[in-house]
């Protein structure tokens, strides 16, 4: 491997590297080679394509599922050494690297420039893959998605050859790589090739530039609230009836169905409304909001009062007031958690509130005393807002009018709870959804899942019986057009994986 960095069995570092952050899986590659640069990385394909290698890449290692860690994977690229974060003055964009963490990114905006990208509340999760599958977070509903910002993305290619090649894809409109931008505003990981670095900002100032004006950088990107309310609201288990639960979270999803139009100005309320097993001992709900904005305590009060509307018990509430920064670090949001833990997640995107067929089916589940088990959860995550301002085509994100994202999952310790641990999550899934084949099948209610939670369930026919391919619940109608350009710009099928995009023809 000349001078790469590379990592083999025999070397101490393998049994780490070999892992992601989920421990259900740990592969058995051949190598695990730390790039450093563009150049490297076409090394390492050319050398795998010539040798019949199946490769796959890492940048934060936060994959729910084995796409890293397929037991056929012979090479992985590790993209921890790419970590920059700056302001490149040629493209007046700022730039990420794709190993660059989104802990990394935050801090490094925020301190020299006053600015960030409305991502993720797990630190450690890697700009690469987070980017490009649809990212959003706490500040989605006040700034949109991430993707609604990138600009550019610099990604290594393989061609009909198996030659690998370096291109940088921009979303100017007679940019000839202008569709391999595009797959990168939503079209999820390991489909099209190896990014190594990302360059955002915001559209609204490409018009300036073009006039010969050059937008400071402090303008480029949204800035985030000074400060914020972080506030934590505990429901006691004890005391709410079923319909007490149904009539919890009717409230909270009604609330989101009245305030998630993209010009709304509850856009700057973010919460997750975290409804886990009975023995817990509670239900929780965090909530985050600009602290900036005209009465946020009464706000604040406002919308947990809602939510509480009618209910036989009173809730506990702690708000904290916090810088924004250090904002992105308390425990409430920040989403990663114990590395021993092994995880399971669903999703679904809600274009209405659950309806109470599907709350009873929820508090059933939680409820169940046959499955004795730790770690269950259904979080409702607050969505919309100026996400939804975005028209479906401009982003390979076609999901584009939900108001929350709903993620089913449980976390474990023990491999032997694993056959317990799955089944309950899948069966619980399956029961909400059996009304459109165990899946949210895009309707009134529903707009399929979303590719940053993968979950291969979704296409095995035991657990999907819609009618509905896996690739549709995901992409939507951006399907077709993501299908051409796998087939234009992946033509051996070299980036794969269990949920990789079937090219055109395939």
């Not at 659950?354 to 979080?379: E, M, Q, S």
């Amino acid at each position: 491997m000349g001078g790469l960095l590379s990592v083999g069995p025999d070397d101490p570092r393998y049994e780490d590297l070999r892992r992601g952050e989920n421990p259900r899986f740990a592969g058995r590659p051949e190598r695990i080679v730390l790039v450093s640069s563009a150049a490297e990385i076409e090394q390492v394909l050319n050398e795998a394509v010539r040798d019949g290698s199946r490769v796959a890449v890492r940048s934060g290692g936060h994959c729910l599922e084995d796409f890293v860690s397929d037991p056929e994977v012979r090479v992985v690229l590790d993209m921890t050494r790419m970590s920059g974060v700056g302001f490149d003055e040629e493209r007046r964009a700022f730039v990420v690297e794709s190993g660059a963490t989104l802990g990394t990114v935050y801090r490094t905006l925020y301190r020299l420039w006053g600015v960030t990208i409305p991502g993720g509340t797990c630190p450690e999760v890697g700009a690469g893959g987070h980017i490009l599958g649809g990212g959003y977070g706490p500040l989605s509903r006040l700034h949109g998605s991430v993707v609604d910002y990138l600009y550019a993305a610099e990604v290594v290619v393989v061609d009909a050859n198996g030659t690998a090649r370096t291109v940088v894809a921009t979303r100017e409109p007679d940019d000839p790589h202008h569709d391999l931008w595009w797959a990168h505003t939503g079209g999820g990981g390991g489909n099209f090739g190896v990014v190594v670095r990302y360059w955002l900002k915001s559209p609204d100032t490409e018009g300036e530039l073009r006039q010969g004006e050059a937008a400071a950088p402090e303008r480029l990107l949204p800035r985030p609230p000074s400060e914020v309310l972080l506030d934590t609201t505990v429901w006691p288990w004890d005391g709410l009836s079923r319909e007490d639960f149904v009539r919890l979270v009717r409230n909270h999803g009604a609330w989101f169905e009245r305030h998630s139009g993209p010009d709304s100005p509850w856009c700057g309320l973010y919460s997750v409304l975290a409804l886990t097993r009975r023995q817990s001992g509670a239900l929780a709900m965090t909530t985050q909001l600009d602290a900036g904005l005209p009465q946020a305590a009464d706000m604040l009060r406002s919308y947990v009062d809602a939510v509480s509307d009618g209910l036989p018990v009173r809730p506990h509430s702690r708000t904290l007031r916090m810088p924004w920064l250090h904002g992105t670090r308390w425990p409430g949001t920040a989403g990663d958690g114990d590395p021993t833990a092994r995880t399971k997640i669903k999703v679904a995107y809600a274009r209405r509130r659950l309806t109470d067929r599907r709350i009873g089916t929820v508090h059933d589940h939680l409820t169940d005393p046959a499955h004795d088990i730790g770690g269950g959860v259904v979080a409702l995550i607050s969505y919309g807002g100026r996400v939804n301002a975005v028209p479906p085509g401009r982003t390979a994100v076609p999901q584009r009018d939900s108001i929350l994202k709903v993620v089913y999952g449980s976390t474990w310790q023990d491999a032997a709870q694993d056959a317990e641990q799955l089944g309950w999550v899948r069966e619980l899934y399956r029961d909400v959804y059996a009304d459109t084949g165990g899946v949210p099948v895009p309707d009134e209610d529903s707009d399929g899942a979303y590719i940053n939670y993968p979950d291969v369930d979704l296409a095995d026919p035991a657990w999907n019986t819609s009618g509905v391919q896996w690739p549709e619940l995901y992409y939507g109608e951006a399907l077709a057009r993501l299908r051409r350009i796998k087939a234009e710009w992946d033509p051996g099928n070299v980036f794969r994986h269990a949920l990789s995009i079937p090219a055109a023809g395939a």
